[in-house]
Every structure is written in C-alpha cells, then in structure tokens.
C-alpha cells in the first residue's frame, strides 16, 4: 500500500509541475492499477492522501511562480564606471561588469552592438569609462527572500 501511495504521489507531482503527457500516463496507468485492486479502504486511503499531495504540490508551485515574476525598474540618469577588463563581445552581445555609483553596488550588464564601427571602437578602445546612462534593472531574489 504504501509503496504504490508514493508511486502515485511522486508521479502527480510531476504532473502537476511539469506538465508532461509521460507523467499523465503514469499517473493513469498507477490510477488504473489502483482502482484493479478493488481494495475500497485501498483505494480511498490513497486518494485521500494524493489530493493532500496535489494541494501542496499546487500552492508550492504558486509561490514558485510568484517569487519568479520580476519587474524592471526603469532608471534613468545613472552612472556607470565600466572597466575595460570586465567587457566581453560575443557577435554583437557586449557583457560587461561595472560600479553603479548611485547604487553604490557591482551590476552585471547587457548592450547590443549597433554597427560595425561602434564594435570596432569597443574592442580598440581599452579604456574605463564612466557613462551616464538609462535603462531597466532586474533584481535576482532567491525565492527564501
């Protein structure tokens, strides 16, 4: 009994955070097994606890999402000192790492390349700059905050 209760479980649970048409086979196939004992205190014992396990599986996955949803906030007239060793070009991606002054905190940064000229410019140009800039920022949370 409590080998196919968990069997039933770990596979509604896979169901029900991933979504996938193996996992709701697996479910009805052990749903199926479980109704072919004909067994009523077996049967019910194990769908009381599978509906215990769906609505904990379903309200983790709720406060999962909720921790994930990230607006940006939008800045503008920020200072950025990027220095010229944190850059990295890869095609037209420019990644760099750089001191927000008003933040006072390191910031990892995204630019897409325009032209040809402006990447040329990039790499040749192996100075720090200080840039006045707008744009959004994202904060990464673990989902314990």
């Not at 215990?52 to 906030?73: A, E, G, L």
């Not at 760099?96 to 630019?111: D, T």
Request: net charge positive; aromatic share 12%; glycine share 2%.
């Amino acid at each position: 009994m409590l080998l196919l209760t968990a069997f039933v479980a770990v596979s509604l649970s896979f169901l029900i955070l991933d979504h996938t048409w193996m996992a709701g086979m697996v479910v009805l196939v052990l749903f199926l097994r479980l109704l072919a004992t004909k067994n009523i205190h077996l049967i019910s014992s194990v769908l009381v606890i599978c509906v215990f396990f769906s609505i904990r599986f379903y309200t983790w996955q709720q406060n999962v999402h909720q921790v994930m949803q990230v607006t940006p906030d939008v800045t503008q007239k920020q200072h950025l000192l990027i220095y010229s060793d944190e850059t990295k070009i890869s095609g037209d991606l420019l990644t760099f790492k750089a001191w927000w002054w008003e933040k006072r905190q390191w910031v990892n940064g995204y630019y897409r390349i325009r032209t040809l000229a402006e990447k040329k410019d990039v790499i040749t140009n192996k100075q720090d700059k200080d840039l006045e800039c707008d744009g959004k920022s994202f904060t990464v949370a673990s989902p314990d905050q």
